[in-house]
């Protein structure tokens, strides 16, 4: 008898190890023990587990609204609006929402710099989108919004189930940032957007396909991607401005099941110490799909 309980126990441990709300708990924990504030969506597309922490705050979109922007390039591509082979002007003079000034941005403050010596030449639909995503360029961005228009990136995205997200402006519109009027997310509406991406629902299937492609080849890696192994996928973007660190995206796993992961962070005094903790609660996740498939 006494090692039957014992046997059950063990299995009972064993078991809240590998559910989901052992997993919210864990993470929970996690983040409790840092500084800032943090939230999570996460979904297994498999299954349709999901588990949200903090899924309705909101936060600063920093550049994790350039997939919407994304999204909506692609949807007007497919309305027959433009191609996405078709060559734009590059220019680097926008109007401030705020109170229509004009400004302009400066190759220092962007994390692409190769775009900046071609103004007044042109470029390609497709290649100013890779630019945007892969190296967050915010020059590219502020280019396709001026053919997207932020409100339309809104409209489709609740057209996607989408609720919270807003797109009012580019990016570096300063008297627009010092007035509060901020790009905004929340994890739920990454979450809908990726698992949209994920499903072939984000424009069409096609679409969908040639969008997680570009976002698999991202260049900023240290969140989602950070502590998992090479053999794991992840089409992701990030966002960064100060005191916030963010990440979404999909992750596929060898064994041909996926996740759409949302991390979100912001009021980080440490930078460094956020970024390193929203890496563990992705690796942490993992480990719970892992401990799934055994």
Known sequence: MVFVLIA???????????????LESRLRRHFEAQQGVFAVAFKDLSSGESLFINENEVFHAASTMKTAVMIEVYKQAAQGRWQLSDSVPVINDFTSIADGSRFSLRA??????????????????????YDMIIRSSNLATNIL?????????????????????????GVEDIRAYEKGMNNTITAYDL???????????????????????????????????????????????????????????????????????????????????????????SEMIYEFMMQKSR
Do not use: W
């Not at 403050?109 to 042109?122: M, P, Q, T, W």
């Open 145 to 169: 919004i001026e053919y997207a228009e932020a409100q339309t990136v809104t409209r489709s995205m609740r057209q996607l189930g989408a609720p919270h997200i807003q797109v009012l402006r």
């Open 8 to 22: 059950l126990a063990a299995l009972l441990s064993c078991s809240s190890g590998q559910n989901i709300a052992g």
């Open 191 to 281: 979450l809908v957007i990726f698992e949209k991406l994920a499903t072939g629902q984000a424009v069409n299937a096609e679409a969908s396909d040639q969008m997680i492609a570009i976002l698999l080849d991202q260049q900023f890696n240290d969140v989602i991607p950070a502590r998992l192994p090479p053999n794991v996928k992840v089409a992701h973007k990030t966002g960064f401005i100060t005191g916030v660190h963010h990440d979404s995206g999909i992750v596929f796993l060898p064994d041909g099941r996926k996740y759409v992961l949302v991390l979100l962070s912001k009021n980080l005094p440490d930078i460094n110490q956020g970024t390193i903790a929203l890496a563990r609660a």
């Open 108 to 129: 220092e403050d962007d994390s692409e710099k190769e775009l900046y010596n071609r103004v007044g030449k042109k470029q390609t639909l497709y290649n100013l989108v």
